[in-house]
Antibody, heavy 125, light 113 residues
Framework: QVQLVESGGGVVQPGGSLRLSCAASGFTFSSYGMHWVRQAPGKGLEWVTFIRNDGSNKYYADSVKGRFTISRDNSKNTMCLQMDSLRAEDTAVYYC??????????????????WGQGTLVTVSS | DIVMTQSPDSLAISLGERATINCKSSQSVLYSSNNKNYLAWYQQKPGQPPKLLIYWASTRESGVPDRFSGSGSGTDFTLTISGLQAEDVAVYYCQQYYSTPFTFGPGTKVDIK
């Protein structure tokens, strides 16, 4: 079955950096787009970023553009989120989520069908 | 950006009764080329990640009980739980995946009366 396991969360000072990872198993990772979604404590869900199955296209929320970078290594079934210039408002549980099967015409606009358990990022001095 | 709103914010329903959650998008999420609504519903139980229930506005995800159903088109959508069970206590979110940034509604909390 599909399994997504996030890691790398922790406490970091404002202005600092953190790198999150998402280890995927149970499906052909290289055929699916992937997302990061975050949830601030007690709040709703916020989409952060998406990467196409082959890494050729990436999309970011305005709130993280220029500070966060998404990447993937299909040989290791792993996706990463490099977070730089962190702010207090980036404090949240970060989930990786699997999107649908990518075709030549459809990869981005698909539902998020599997989610990891999340990893908590706390930005505080 | 497409803004998603939900109503009510919360509701308490007796076991076995029907729960109805409404979701509205600030612009249509219906793609005319394929006549699909790019609208999903997720369930999030306390301490757990979200779980996909419904996609394309009305298609039930595999394994989701048939008491969950989705309807609507364009800008107005509904999630119905027919016959609420104790395990349905959760927050329910609608989401549009029509255009980036993909946006979620604020959530509707469902409790047992």
């Amino acid at each position: 079955q599909v399994q997504l396991v996030e890691s790398g969360g922790g406490v970091v000072q404002p202005g600092g950096s953190l790198r999150l990872s998402c280890a995927a198993s149970g499906f052909t990772f290289s055929s699916y787009g992937m997302h990061w979604v975050r949830q601030a404590p007690g709040k709703g869900l916020e989409w952060v970023t998406f990467i196409r199955n082959d890494g050729s296209n990436k999309y970011y929320a305005d709130s993280v553009k220029g500070r966060f970078t998404i990447s993937r290594d299909n040989s290791k079934n792993t996706m990463c989120l490099q977070m730089d210039s962190l702010r207090a408002e980036d404090t949240a549980v970060y989930y990786c989520a699997k999107s649908g099967y990518c075709t030549s015409t459809s990869c981005l606009r698909l539902p998020f069908d599997n989610w990891g358990q999340g990893t908590l990022v706390t930005v505080s001095s | 950006d497409i803004v998603m709103t939900q109503s009510p914010d919360s509701l308490a329903i007796s076991l076995g009764e029907r729960a109805t959650i409404n979701c509205k998008s600030s612009q249509s999420v219906l793609y005319s080329s394929n006549n699909k609504n790019y609208l999903a519903w997720y369930q999030q139980k306390p301490g757990q990640p979200p779980k996909l229930l419904i996609y394309w506005a009305s298609t039930r995800e595999s394994g989701v009980p048939d008491r969950f159903s989705g309807s609507g088109s364009g800008t107005d959508f509904t999630l119905t739980i027919s016959g609420l069970q104790a395990e349905d206590v959760a927050v329910y979110y609608c989401q549009q995946y029509y255009s980036t940034p993909f946006t979620f509604g604020p959530g509707t909390k469902v409790d047992i009366k």
